[in-house]
């Protein structure tokens, strides 16, 4: 270690640095780290015990990396008008927790941390921008995914109170995607017959939902995707592999920056495992993602992970000149940023006239629609999100069905109230 990584740990920086320090220290001897290394950005997963964030940021005064904030489970509508219009009841349990007692003590020690409250997880798209090789602690897989695999970011699954402790000691140990060993692709995935020219975010998050299923926490390169791929149809592909399975990193030839061959992302070697993705795989993983057996919707759920400024454009564009039907719900969530863009663009007028309604919340994992959605009539939602379907589906224990397909797809079935297969 460093004089100064020393003093950390000595406690000469204060008691929350010393604790954030043994912390990584501890998991990097977990995995056999040979030293600490100097980390550029963290992103924070917001559900965090208080007294734990105390405890590691005791005496700070300021994070040593730029540190983005992951969205809340609490539904902050950006338009409190749509409120209603979600249905949402103003004695929601998670609202007495989120506006007093333990949410506002946490986010004044993030504030006082000069955490960036972005409340996203799309930190990429809001400020947070990873170059190849910077070290990453991510909270939120989605985000890490799409940093290790598309900027070639040097980030792992970590933990929560991991990346609070690099947030204010600059450090992280010398592990997992950090070593470039350990980020060379075990695993080939080869396209078998796929009209990609024509794909839809939909069907690229098909691709990724099946391959992580597939590879589990295995290291793989994708060969025969366009070099064109935009960051939306990336993030879509990459999005959905850490809930199917617990991927690290996802190369594609030509498109990850240390990935521009395919012997160069299999490190030279020969693949462990060659697997095979075609038609009929995508249509398995949507049949795994389809749990609806009525064509009726009852919310239509856009956002996971939140829209980016195109995908808003384009949803505002499906919608001019419509009306949401009266029975069902329109959630669209992005970051406030973004959403002050879309402002600025008309967007947001437009999906607002139409019957939408935006939010910053998380509608994934933590989307309160998984829990109380039954409770407000909300029996089937579609959606074009492989990781937002897989995570309603379990979190609601089943009792929230779901339609997954195009973003076109599901704009329609918001004006029509029926989900329509092609």
């Given amino acids: 270690m460093t004089k100064e990584e020393e003093g950390m740990l000595n406690g000469e920086h204060g008691p929350g640095i010393k604790r954030s320090m043994e912390l990584l220290v501890k998991l990097g001897e977990a995995f056999d780290a040979e030293r600490m290394i100097m980390a550029q950005s963290a992103h924070i997963h917001c559900a965090m015990s208080l007294d734990l964030l105390s405890e590691l940021t005791e005496g700070a005064t300021q994070c040593r990396v730029i540190t ?52 996203t997880c799309v930190p990429f798209l809001v400020g947070n921008l990873p170059r190849m090789g910077d070290v990453i602690s991510w909270g939120g897989t989605s985000g890490a995914v799409t940093a290790t695999s598309m900027f070639g970011a040097c980030g792992s699954r970590d933990s929560v109170p ?10 992280a140990p010398y592990i997992g995607m950090a070593v470039k060993q350990n980020r060379y692709a075990q695993v080939l995935v080869e396209l078998d017959g796929l009209d990609v020219a024509n794909f839809t975010n939909a069907d690229y998050g098909a691709l990724g939902y099946y391959i992580g299923g597939k590879t589990g926490s295995k290291n793989m390169v994708i060969n025969g995707l366009p070099k064109t791929l935009t960051l939306e149809q990336f993030r879509y592909l990459v999005s959905p592999m850490p809930v199917s399975g617990a991927t690290n990193i996802c190369h594609v030839a030509g498109v990850t920056p240390e990935a521009r061959t395919l012997d160069e992302a299999l490190g030279g070697g020969k693949p462990e495992e060659v697997i095979t993705a075609g038609r009929d795989q995508i249509k398995e993983a949507v049949s795994k993602l389809t749990t609806a057996r009525s064509d009726k919707v009852d919310l239509v759920k856009l956002g996971c992970p939140h829209c980016s400024i195109i995908e808003l454009r384009n949803i505002a564009s499906l919608l001019t000149g419509k009306k949401v039907q009266p029975n069902v719900r329109l959630l669209v969530a992005t970051a406030k940023q973004i959403y002050v863009l879309a402002e600025v663009m008309e967007y947001v007028d437009i999906i607002k006239q139409a019957g939408g309604v935006f939010t910053n919340t998380c509608l994934g994992s933590q989307d309160p629609f998984n829990f109380i959605g039954p409770k407000l009539g909300v029996e089937t939602v579609a959606t074009n999100s492989a990781r937002s379907a897989h995570y309603s589906a379990r979190t609601s224990g089943g009792k929230i069905k779901l339609l997954y397909g195009s973003v076109k797809q599901c704009i329609d079935s918001a004006i029509t109230g029926k989900w329509r297969t092609t």
């Fill in 162 to 171: 991991a990346n609070v402790a690099t947030s204010v000691t600059g450090r």
């Fill in 68 to 119: 983005t904030t992951h969205p809340n489970a609490y539904p902050d509508v950006l338009d409190p008008t749509g409120c209603k219009r979600i249905g949402l009841p103003e004695n929601y349990d998670i609202y007495e927790f989120i506006h007093g007692g333990p949410w506002r003590q946490i986010e004044d020690i993030f504030k006082r941390l000069g955490y960036l409250l972005t409340y």
